[in-house]
């Protein structure tokens, strides 16, 4: 197994890769409260009856937007036998000195096996080289085993944004970061 910067995707790398989603049991549930001189958000974790089922396709339209963000070659595929098994797409945000990860995904026959960890300490390897001052990612208050995975990573929840989504499933966008500055101040090389 190798990991490489990517230069390029076509679609028909991602036809054996499998279901593209995921399942939780749980959801974060975000409570909103105005006064009249201050508002506060809270997330709280709540077990689910049936478990929430997400699932989406990679188009044409994703990989012509992912190859324009690999350009800037802050973005990372694992290979094992010269196939592409799990890709990490990250974009440098310039405005913040930040690197943005606009996906991550992995095959689903080589999932749990330690690639997302590794394509996460690539970026973070990446984000540290070249100094930006976090790496900051999007995810769905429903994706809630991402939210752990990141977690486990140092990444903390920074931030929420109620509107993104169309709010049919009631869904959050949860924000979260990766301190670069901190995490070097805590772990000098």
């Given amino acids: 197994m190798k990991i490489e910067v990517l230069k390029n995707l076509i679609e028909n790398e991602f036809s054996t890769w ?10 974060f549930t975000a409570q ?68 943005y990860i606009e996906n991550i995904l992995v095959s689903e026959k080589y999932r749990r096996k330690g690639i997302g960890k590794l394509l996460i300490e690539k970026a973070i390897a990446d984000a540290n080289q070249k100094k930006f001052r976090l790496i900051e990612l999007e995810t769905q208050n429903t994706n809630v085993p991402a939210i752990k ?18 709010n049919e499933n009631n869904e959050i966008a949860l924000y979260m970061t990766y301190d670069i500055l901190n995490a070097k101040q805590k772990n000098p090389l």
Avoid at 32 to 61: C, D, G, M, R, V
Wanted: hydrophobic residues 30%; contains cysteine.
């Fill in 32 to 99: 909103i409260i105005n006064e009249q001189e201050s508002i506060s958000f809270t997330l709280s974790l709540q077990s689910l009856e049936e478990p929430y089922l997400k699932h989406w396709e990679t188009k044409s339209a994703d990989i012509d937007t992912f190859n324009e963000i690999i350009k800037t070659a802050h973005s990372f595929g694992v290979y094992e036998d010269n196939e592409l098994i799990g890709m990490i797409i990250c974009e440098e945000r310039t405005w913040n000195n930040s690197l």
């Fill in 18 to 27: 499998g279901h593209n989603g995921y399942e939780s049991q749980q959801i």
């Fill in 149 to 166: 995975f990141y977690q486990s990573q140092g990444f903390k929840i920074t931030g929420l944004n109620t509107k993104l989504y169309n």
